[in-house]
């Protein structure tokens, strides 16, 4: 039952970064990944992550595609919350779950104070930062200035968060308790080791092997080497169970199977350890 | 003409890159900005940039997706062509195309010749990494073992490359002419600089006016700074002409509005450049 919770009944993620900064390239989209950890280690199956331009009706259509998917239980945006013109997002996540945008008068009064902080006054541009999807609870900043929104669309949240990456994290630590009501009881740990001298085709059916029989772990090799002139392969797997103890007993047991077809094939190994 | 070839008539890229280790949060996502920067300066729109679990079903549905709006012209897959059971991204392009997978004979000699030149026989893990979508083109992997794939679908073409990113950037070196067919007339240049001491909500007007008053520029405001306590944003200006000059001279008249709005606004400015 666990095991069964491990592989079929994890709750899904999806995440969408918006900004055409990350699709001309400018920048490396590193708040997808450091989500995408947070996430996978709450117990969550990252399923997409997806970059769209500043286009609200891209957005919206992503957004719609995670929602239509019953075990898509959190979506998480980043970017496109700012006062500039291209800043779509929450007008994006409105027209997804078919609400109008409303001015938010704790948002507004968390902006104003900022500004006026600062000896600054409200402008229609700071004043748009406060404009969250009907029903929507804003989420504090600390960082920055623009509040970040979180709305329920049935069973999912929406969660949008700024892309600027420190504001983005302190948001999404805000966040944690929430998630966390809708992430499993599960522990995840992510185990591996490195290969010295055997090819990735070799160790393949050990591979394959070590996730076919233990349910609850994924298993992968990543070549770092050359296949042949020199192979080098890192092994991870990520194993999820009830408690750490068996999630780490899972991930040994699988990453067992692995190095007994290395050591077969005359392979060296190195680097052992858990991440947790 | 050619500013609406530049806003209007860019052909359209996605990026779809594969592999859980990427849902996890375990790798950053290098390969999909790089190959975005090169499609951005070859003259291509990338629209999106997606990842996917290495599951057929899911990449198939992404290609399928792209290939459902007909400005898309080119696909580009990443990860899945390796030697282990998890590799099966050709698999999904063949789906989504509906032909079969055929053993490719030249990519079979390509990868035979690769083993046998290290005193290592063929296996069935081997031999896998030689079956194309029926009518594919093999491409040479000058770096690692596993040969890409290069497929059209109607207007479009679907490349498919490895996930090692020294792979990768080899292979797509060898796409660039068959790219470049594809290529709109355009060169694209990218040109911007640093404002000290202006809140982004302040600039944003002028960031606006930029961009509305110079088609075929892209124009946006990135904050590094503290929007209150200490402003400092980054403007960038993408341009697209006929010419390297008109890009050039496109992208220095929308940063001028920009500028003429900081300096009035008590800003400073610094860092100025251009990327090619």
């Known amino acids: ?30 708040n997808a ?7 996978t280690f709450l117990g969550f199956s990252v399923e997409r992550i997806i970059v769209t331009p500043d286009e609200p009706a891209e957005v919206a259509e992503e957004i719609r595609r995670a929602l239509s998917r019953d075990d898509v239980k959190v979506v998480i945006t980043t970017g496109g919350l700012g006062p500039t013109y291209d800043d779509r997002t929450l007008e994006a996540v409105a027209r997804a779950i078919n609400r109008p945008l409303r001015l938010n008068e704790q948002a507004l ?38 509040p970040g929104s979180l709305v329920a669309a049935g069973e999912a949240l929406i969660a949008s968060l700024p892309g600027v990456p420190a504001e983005m994290q302190a948001m999404f630590e805000e966040l944690m308790p929430r998630l966390k009501q809708l992430a499993p009881p599960l522990e995840v740990i992510d185990c591996g080791f490195i290969v010295v001298g055997v090819p990735e085709s070799s160790l393949a059916p050990y591979v394959e092997e070590a996730e076919r029989k ?31 103890d068996e999630a780490r007993e899972l991930a040994l047991r699988a990453l067992e199977v692995v190095k007994g077809g290395a050591r077969s094939l005359g392979g060296e190994i190195t680097e052992e350890g858990c991440q947790e």
């Open 33 to 39: 990944s450091w989500l995408a950890r947070k996430l």
């Open 214 to 244: 233990n349910p609850g772990c994924y298993v992968k090799s990543h070549p770092k080497g050359h296949e042949i002139r020199g192979p080098v392969l890192e092994i991870r797997v990520l194993a999820s169970a009830r408690t750490r």
């Open 109 to 146: 009064q968390w902006v104003r104070q900022k500004y006026e902080s600062g000896g600054m006054q409200m402008t229609k541009e700071r004043e748009k930062m406060a404009y969250l999807p009907e029903g929507a609870e804003p989420i504090r900043n600390p960082v920055g200035t623009a």
């Open 1 to 30: 039952m666990v095991f069964k919770l491990a592989i079929m009944g994890k709750p899904k993620a999806w995440i969408l970064t918006i900004g055409n900064e990350l699709l001309i390239g400018r920048i490396v989209n590193t």
